[in-house]
């Protein structure tokens, strides 16, 4: 049971039963502020609790159902069963709600995860006025912007703040994996160059507009579907694969935008989506008039969440592509695609009914021989001493690595995992020096994909 308490524009929500148990120590340094929390990864980011994290947060956003959705997943984590939550948040929705947060400066880090037209402005005036910043991807989505983002960074370098977003993907076991297996020349070799029809990264991930959060489906806003506000897929979700490119092929390394990137190709296409389909995940009865233009005979909707990016990087040519359906089959959900093709081995991952959906990494090795199956066993008494249970077996090309169910956390537990990395970078200071240009470098590619796909003919 949830008791509102509203003065003017504020709203204290509490969640009875809890309250008592909800005072924080007075050594929390860190005090939350969410802003305008449109997207359901701002609530993920408080399906756990931190110590160092006051339990009180204040939020800022403009009066309606995106708010309204975000209060009521952290009451659901507040009140389950195992393990609940005990946030406290504090609202405001005049609609000065950004100068508002601003002012009142109630706390030292923002978490902005919402509408993505604005952004990339909400960022920069929140470091302008002190905050530290955890955002959700994408932190831009036009070439426009990038130049916003860049001289944000200097901000956040010029005021020692900390400007940082959730990346999830590299807490995922099979990634983690690969990327180690990568590191072993006696296993990977050393990573190919490939070509532009043969790449030497590909990198695929196939998204779900109906989906399951938290145990529900998850209701979206009619404004993620307007590209202009979300952004285009080729700038979306293409933000996680093209990180996970640099994080696993030139791990450490300190990455320039302005001469190690290269966009050779990129293309963009539509996901059509009926009425019926979009009442179902919106809960609207018709579409709103911002999506007109992106109409078929007033009753189809034409949204570009799909598109492929191919580059160079370093002189390795990668591809990444993302595709949205509106349904999954039964059993699957979001799905992933990997394969990074080495002189002795290609390491892949693979998620499809095969594996019953579920992520599964194969080692496919050039020749193999007992030699090869030698160092691989060896290297596997090393990757048991940090990750014990994993094993091997053979598979039809060489080795499936089998993974314990218990590394196995799921998508939504990583953000606990993003959001504790930032903390510890935050009161340590410790924050690597490739993250900042290599976010950069990151956004840049997607960004120009994006302007090179524009200007050819859509699918």
């Known amino acids: 049971m949830r008791k509102l308490f509203l003065t003017s524009h504020f709203i204290f929500l509490t969640t ?7 005072t924080t120590k007075p050594s929390a340094s860190v005090r939350l502020v969410t802003l305008d929390p449109g997207h359901f990864h701002a609530a993920l980011v408080q399906k756990s609790m931190y110590s160092s994290v006051d339990s009180r947060v204040h939020v800022y956003a403009p009066a309606g159902p995106d708010v309204q959705l975000h209060l009521d997943r952290i009451t659901a984590y507040n009140t389950r069963t195992a393990d609940p939550t005990r946030w406290q948040e504090q609202v405001y929705t005049g609609p000065d709600f950004f100068q508002k947060m601003l002012a009142d400066k109630a706390g030292n880090v923002v978490v ?21 910043v ?8 036009n070439s426009k912007e990038f130049k916003t983002l860049e001289t944000a960074f200097a901000t956040a370098q010029q005021k020692n703040l900390l400007l940082y977003d959730i990346m999830t993907e590299r807490f995922e076991i099979t990634t983690v994996l690969q990327k180690a297996l990568s590191q072993v020349p006696q296993v990977f070799g050393t990573l190919e160059k490939g070509t532009p029809d043969n790449p030497a990264v590909t990198k695929e991930s196939v998204h779900y507009f109906y989906k399951y959060v938290s145990g529900s489906v998850l ?3 009619p404004w993620f579907m307007d590209v202009r506000q979300e952004g285009e897929g080729i700038v979306d979700v293409t933000t996680h694969l093209v990180d996970l490119v640099q994080w696993e092929c030139f791990p450490e390394r300190v990455l320039d935008y302005k001469k190690d990137i290269q966009v050779l190709a990129a293309k963009r296409w539509t996901t059509d989506m009926s009425l019926g389909q979009f009442k179902a995940i919106t ?3 018709g579409f709103p008039d911002y999506l ?3 109409l078929a005979n007033d009753t189809l909707l034409k949204v570009y969440s799909n598109g492929s990016i191919t580059y160079k990087l370093l002189g390795v040519h990668a591809k990444v592509a993302v595709t949205w359906a509106y349904k999954a089959p039964e059993g699957a959900g979001d799905t992933h695609y990997s394969i990074l093709r080495g002189t002795k081995a290609n390491l892949v991952i693979r998620q499809g009914a095969e594996q019953q959906y579920k992520p599964a990494l194969y080692v496919e090795p050039a020749v193999n021989n007992l030699a090869y199956e030698k160092a691989l066993q060896d290297e596997l008494k090393r ?3 940090k990750y014990p249970g994993v094993e091997l077996k053979k598979s039809a090309k060489g080795w499936e690595v ?3 169910d218990s590394y196995r956390e799921g998508h939504e537990a990583h953000f606990a995992r993003v959001t504790q990395q930032f903390l510890e970078y935050l009161q340590k200071r410790n924050m690597p020096k490739w993250e900042v240009p290599n976010m950069l470098a990151k956004y840049y590619t997607t960004t120009k994909a994006l302007e090179v796909a524009s200007q050819s003919p859509s699918e």
């Open 112 to 132: 902005i995860a919402g509408n993505n037209q604005k952004k990339t402005e909400y960022i920069a005036g929140a470091l302008n006025a002190g905050f530290n």
């Open 219 to 221: 209701t979206r806003p």
């Open 383 to 385: 990757l048991q001493v």
């Open 134 to 141: 955890l955002a959700d991807k994408p932190m831009v989505i």
């Open 292 to 294: 007109k233009k992106d």
């Open 283 to 285: 809960k609207l009865n």
């Open 402 to 404: 089998l993974i314990p």
């Open 16 to 22: 009875l039963g809890c309250l008592a148990q909800t």
